[in-house]
């Protein structure tokens, strides 16, 4: 019954900015701290930001601080990843997941139920 569904990945240029969104449904919501994921070809899945189930406490790995901003709006079952100043780097396939347990946790280890998975692509 659990289902996370992410939107808003495409194709921008370097610099350029997108907005992800990650619907979610049967659990909870507001009761869960969400992160946002990433995986490029060939790579693990990697940390990239985690929002408290409040929306008070945000964390962002080294490589998109300054540059993208998640959010939540608990009224709307909605996690958001705004993403600025866009490099090639950046590609890869953006997930979102519900964080298991309490605490801060940033391994895809300890997050479930990901949704499909939509597509970031950066060219030069």
């Known amino acids: 019954q659990v289902q996370l569904v992410e939107s808003g990945g495409g194709l921008v240029q370097a610099g350029g900015s997108l907005r992800l969104s990650c619907a979610a449904s049967?659990?909870?919501?507001?009761?869960?701290?969400m992160g946002w994921f990433r995986q490029a070809p060939g790579k693990e899945r990697q940390f990239v930001a985690r929002?408290?189930?409040?929306?008070?406490?945000?964390d962002y790995a080294d490589s998109v601080k300054g540059r993208f901003v998640i959010s939540r709006d608990n009224a709307k079952n909605t996690v958001y990843l705004q993403m600025d100043s866009l490099k090639p780097e950046d590609t890869a396939v953006y997930y979102c997941g519900q964080q298991r347990g309490v605490g801060r946790k940033y391994s895809p280890n300890e997050y479930a139920c990901w949704g499909q998975g939509t597509q970031v692509t950066v060219s030069p």
């Open positions: 929002i408290s189930s409040g929306g008070s406490v945000t």
């Open positions: 049967g659990f909870t919501f507001s009761s869960y701290a």
